[in-house]
């Protein structure tokens, strides 16, 4: 066996699923073999982009349909780190949401700016009937 | 959202008793201020000391609160960061925006 970690976890689209899958991923960061960064700035970054995600996704793309499911597939190597959350919705613009820098006093739209500056990569797209948010951190 | 909330004269004191502040909670958060504005009680400090994790949601109630008392004439001052609840109003640049202090003690003594 590799130093490969992976997670493939899939929640109902409900806010409180918010912190046990934050912990996940901050927890992941401390299973990865050799990483030499500071690894409790890596695990809260992870917490936070996946908060963020899945709030997308559940509040954008799934519409606040408890129903909807929402799945995360996270994958780490020694070289990066692959977060996917699936959701089920009718997706949103990324580049809209992502466009416009955010107002200082504006109450919402940083989810997105936060996810885009804290990771090295950020697609979405659609994917067998569902939409994926993808993103990548490198790890050295 | 588990709040512990003292009055010091018309200072409002807001102990967050919670680890995380995020889409789930951020949205009572807010209520719980906008009762507290209804009242007519404006000027806030939020000591976050007990916080370890904020995201964009919680921070957008705060934007929120701060707002609506600038609004009244008042003010909503910040204390009691966590270094990685800071570094949070740091990539958002909304450390410009709040009054951030170390203490409850020093905060009060700004109003």
Not at chain 1, 99 to 124: H, P, S
Not at chain 2, 83 to 102: D, K, N
Request: hydrophobic share 40%.
């Amino acid at each position: 066996m590799g130093d490969k970690v992976e997670v493939d976890i899939t929640i109902p689209g409900q806010t409180r699923y918010l912190g046990l899958i934050g912990r996940i991923g901050e927890n992941m960061v401390y299973a990865l073999a050799g990483y030499a960064g500071d690894r409790e700035e890596l695990a809260y970054h992870l917490n936070l982009v996946l908060t963020e995600a899945i709030t997308n996704a559940i509040c954008h793309a799934n519409k606040n349909n408890p129903e909807k499911n929402i799945q995360i597939q996270i994958s780490a190597n020694e070289n990066q780190l692959i977060m996917k959350v699936f959701d089920e919705g009718c997706g949103f613009d990324l580049q809209k949401m992502a466009g416009d820098e955010v107002k200082q006093t504006a109450e919402c739209g940083r989810g997105i700016q936060i996810i885009r500056r804290l990771m090295d990569d950020v697609a979405y797209h659609r994917s067998h009937n569902r939409n994926v948010l993808e993103m990548t951190k490198k790890l050295h | 959202m588990q709040l512990e909330t003292k009055e010091h004269g018309d200072i409002v004191i807001i102990d967050v008793k919670e680890e995380r502040m995020d889409a789930h909670n951020s949205g009572t958060f807010k209520e719980q201020m906008l009762a507290l504005f209804d009242e007519g009680r404006c000027r806030l400090i939020i000591n976050l000391s007990n916080v370890r994790f904020v995201d964009s949601s919680g921070l957008g109630a705060l934007v929120s609160g701060f707002k609506n008392a600038s609004a009244r004439d008042g003010n909503l001052k910040l204390c009691g960061l966590q270094p990685q609840v800071r570094s949070m109003f740091e990539l958002t640049r909304l450390h410009r925006v709040f009054e951030i202090f170390t203490t409850v003690e020093e905060a009060q003594e700004s109003f």
